[in-house]
T-cell receptor, first 114, second 113 residues
Framework: DTEVTQTPKHLVMGMTNKKSLKCEQH?????MYWYKQKAKKPPELMFV???????INESVPSRFSPECPNSSLLNLHLHALQPEDSALYLC?????????????FGDGTRLSIL | QKEVEQNSGPLSVPEGAIASLNCTYS??????FFWYRQYSGKSPELIMF????GDKEDGRFTAQLNKASQYVSLLIRDSQPSDSATYLC?????????????FGIGTKLQVIP
């Protein structure tokens, strides 16, 4: 078990649905990340929150909307997704937002778009 | 464009042997280097990180860094079948700022019993 908890573990949704992915950590980390990973590919950074502020958006389509209600929680709101958005969505955290600090990943949410 | 290169494998080694996984990177300003293990269908798990030239050992794992050659490696001694996984090399820039970590494609390791 990891110290970064993601829910749900699996999600199947239609292209017109609205759903949210949730991530929680209680390590006192101040930076949290969303990654997308397709099969046999490395994780691809989507968003970085540092001290609850969005610091990096890797030109992600607006159908993905991140939210950081507090330093322990990170959400990813999904709306009008496409079949190509099916992937493993990973949340990670690190002590601060600096690049020399290792990131710790949650177990991920496997998302399937019908 | 920062690049991190790894041979995708598979790298096959017999049980008990030393597995050597290699990674090269393009950005000379890179300062922090991470190795993650990822089992099929699971999330990446941090194994080692190294910041300085030389070797860093943790149990059966040794990370080696040569900044002049822009090369980082991971050695796994006494390889076990449970070590069979994909090993991701990740590299980030100088400390400070919100620079992102760049991942290599990963090397698939197969330990043969």
């Amino acid at each position: 078990d990891t110290e970064v908890t993601q829910t749900p573990k699996h999600l199947v949704m239609g292209m017109t649905n609205k759903k949210s992915l949730k991530c929680e950590q209680h390590m006192g980390h101040r930076a949290m990340y969303w990654y997308k990973q397709k099969a046999k590919k490395p994780p691809e950074l989507m968003f970085v929150y540092s001290y609850e502020k969005l610091s990096i958006n890797e030109s992600v389509p607006s159908r993905f909307s991140p939210e950081c209600p507090n330093s322990s929680l990170l959400n990813l709101h999904l709306h009008a997704l496409q079949p190509e958005d099916s992937a493993l969505y990973l949340c990670a955290s690190s002590p601060g937002g600096f690049s020399n600090q290792p990131q710790h990943f949650g177990d991920g949410t496997r998302l399937s778009i019908l | 464009q920062k690049e991190v290169e790894q041979n995708s494998g598979p790298l096959s080694v017999p049980e008990g042997a030393i597995a050597s996984l290699n990674c090269t990177y393009s950005d000379r300003g890179s300062q922090s280097f991470f190795w993650y293990r990822q089992y099929s269908g699971k999330s990446p798990e941090l194994i080692m990180f190294i910041y300085s030239n030389g070797d860093k050992e943790d149990g059966r794992f040794t990370a080696q860094l040569n900044k002049a050659s822009q090369y980082v490696s991971l050695l796994i001694r006494d390889s076990q079948p449970s070590d069979s996984a994909t090993y991701l090399c990740a590299v980030s820039g100088p400390p400070g700022g919100y620079q992102k970590v760049t991942f290599g494609i990963g090397t698939k390791l197969q330990v043969i019993p």
